[in-house]
């Protein structure tokens, strides 16, 4: 008996009723269907790859971004092609899930026309992981790059004040009968919800996360986020998220991590900004051999995967094959702070 683990109080979930659960809270607080459903969507997936940070955990953020006074309940996304290699959406000051869905269609049959194309989304609320997006473009034979502003919490390298968002990029690569090679991360040292997370299980933080609001480097979640966060791997994990900021920003049209940080207002909702999601089609790109390519792209990953080392999201799709039948499991404290938020 000395060695039975601790209950863990637990609710098991089919991803039916994750989706369900999602749908309902954020009906409730007053989100149509065209938003409703691409958000309860990416979250379940979330759940289902084992991505609980993006996963449930969001709704209550989700809910406060949607009571917050520049989101627009009415926004419909709205599609235009700027050029023959550019769609644009206007998400409408909505979530940027439904514009991606919108945009879709259209980013890949332009991309089959033209060998790239650029989906460019503008006036979106974003709290979402990227590698949904990039994945169904791999799986569509497309490789793809996505990547996103968020607000200004991260100082560059060599300075102590925040001008950075957290900044994710994330790559896709179509592999022909496997899951695409796929990764996603934050350019920031460590993800925001991470550290926070920490805190709340008073936990330190690893060396190198953040510094505190003097300027100096700090292990303690709480005062790295008062502070400042840091950008991974020093100045080039800082001119990475630099150049997010530019093409998913001003390039676009659109606000910066510090922009968008102002426009809330102190209001803490998701950021609002932009979204830029390249594709490229290796149809067209790649020339006369295909096979080849696909063999030297297949070699490369075998040269990983022989010696011990995993690729990028190898961990995701193993969850993934297990919840697809057994479903989730969720902190009870979360359940209940989902049912008070009216899920069902
Ligand atoms: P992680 O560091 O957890 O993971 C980054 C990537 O690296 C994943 O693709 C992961 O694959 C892969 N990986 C992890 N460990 C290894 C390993 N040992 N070998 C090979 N590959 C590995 O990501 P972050 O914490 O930085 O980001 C988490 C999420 O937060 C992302 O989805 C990002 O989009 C999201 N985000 C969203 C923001 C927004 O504003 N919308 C802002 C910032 C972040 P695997 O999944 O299989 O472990």
Same mark, same amino acid.
């Given at each position: 008996?000395?060695?039975?683990?601790?209950?863990? *109080?637990?609710?098991?979930?089919?991803?039916?009723?994750?989706?369900?659960?999602?749908?309902?809270?954020?009906?409730?607080?007053?989100?149509?269907?065209?938003?409703?459903?691409?958000?309860?969507?990416?979250?379940t997936l979330c759940e289902r790859d084992g991505r609980a940070?993006?996963?449930?955990?969001?709704?209550?953020?989700?809910?406060?971004?949607?009571?917050?006074?520049?989101?627009?309940?009415?926004?419909?996304?709205?599609?235009?092609?700027?050029?023959?290699?550019?769609?644009?959406?206007?998400?409408?000051?909505?979530?940027?899930?439904?514009?991606?869905?919108?945009?879709?269609?259209?980013?890949?049959?332009?991309?089959?026309?033209?060998?790239?194309?650029?989906?460019?989304?503008?006036?979106?609320?974003?709290?979402?992981?990227?590698?949904?997006?990039?994945?169904?473009?791999?799986?569509?034979?497309?490789?793809?790059?996505?990547m996103t502003p968020s607000h200004a919490w991260v100082a560059?390298?060599?300075?102590?004040?925040?001008?950075?968002?957290?900044?994710?990029?994330?790559?896709?690569?179509?592999?022909?009968?496997?899951?695409?090679?796929?990764?996603?991360?934050?350019?920031?040292?460590?993800?925001?919800?991470?550290?926070?997370?920490?805190?709340?299980?008073?936990?330190?933080?690893?060396?190198?996360?953040?510094?505190?609001?003097? +300027?100096?480097?700090?292990?303690?979640?709480?005062?790295?986020?008062?502070?400042?966060?840091?950008?991974?791997?020093?100045?080039?994990?800082?001119?990475?998220?630099?150049?997010?900021?530019?093409?998913?920003?001003?390039?676009?049209?659109?606000?910066?991590?510090? *922009?968008?940080?102002?426009?809330?207002? +102190?209001?803490?909702?998701?950021?609002?900004?932009?979204?830029?999601?390249?594709?490229?089609?290796?149809?067209?790109?790649?020339?006369? *051999?295909?096979?080849?390519?696909?063999?030297?792209?297949?070699?490369?990953?075998?040269?990983?995967?022989?010696?011990?080392?995993?690729?990028?999201?190898?961990?995701r799709y193993g969850t993934r094959a297990r919840t697809q039948?057994?479903?989730?499991?969720?902190?009870?404290?979360?359940? *209940?702070?989902?049912?008070?938020?009216?899920?069902?």
């Amino acid at each position: 008996a000395e060695n039975t683990p601790p209950a863990v *109080d637990i609710v098991d979930l089919s991803l039916e009723e994750v989706r369900a659960l999602a749908l309902s809270v954020l009906r409730k607080a007053g989100l149509t269907e065209t938003q409703a459903a691409p958000v309860a969507e990416t979250i379940t997936l979330c759940e289902r790859d084992g991505r609980a940070s993006h996963g449930l955990l969001r709704l209550p953020g989700c809910v406060m971004t949607i009571e917050s006074a520049n989101f627009n309940l009415q926004a419909e996304p709205e599609v235009s092609e700027p050029s023959a290699a550019v769609v644009r959406v206007d998400a409408g000051f909505g979530y940027s899930l439904p514009a991606f869905e919108r945009g879709l269609p259209l980013l890949e049959e332009k991309a089959k026309a033209l060998g790239v194309a650029v989906l460019a989304i503008n006036n979106c609320f974003h709290f979402s992981a990227l590698w949904p997006e990039v994945e169904t473009l791999a799986r569509r034979g497309l490789a793809a790059l996505a990547m996103t502003p968020s607000h200004a919490w991260v100082a560059p390298f060599g300075g102590i004040k925040p001008v950075l968002g957290t900044n994710p990029l994330a790559f896709g690569w179509p592999r022909a009968d496997k899951n695409p090679y796929v990764f996603d991360f934050a350019t920031s040292a460590m993800a925001r919800s991470d550290i926070a997370m920490a805190g709340t299980k008073g936990e330190t933080l690893p060396e190198g996360c953040g510094l505190n609001e003097q +300027g100096n480097p700090s292990t303690v979640p709480a005062e790295v986020l008062a502070g400042a966060m840091t950008t991974f791997g020093g100045h080039k994990g800082t001119a990475l998220s630099t150049m997010i900021e530019l093409l998913a920003g001003p390039l676009i049209g659109d606000m910066t991590s510090r *922009d968008s940080m102002e426009f809330d207002a +102190g209001e803490k909702a998701a950021p609002c900004h932009g979204e830029l999601i390249v594709a490229f089609d290796p149809a067209l790109l790649g020339g006369d *051999d295909p096979a080849l390519n696909e063999a030297r792209a297949e070699a490369l990953f075998a040269a990983f995967t022989d010696q011990g080392a995993r690729l990028p999201s190898q961990q995701r799709y193993g969850t993934r094959a297990r919840t697809q039948n057994t479903g989730v499991s969720i902190p009870r404290a979360l359940y *209940d702070r989902i049912t008070e938020l009216g899920g069902e």
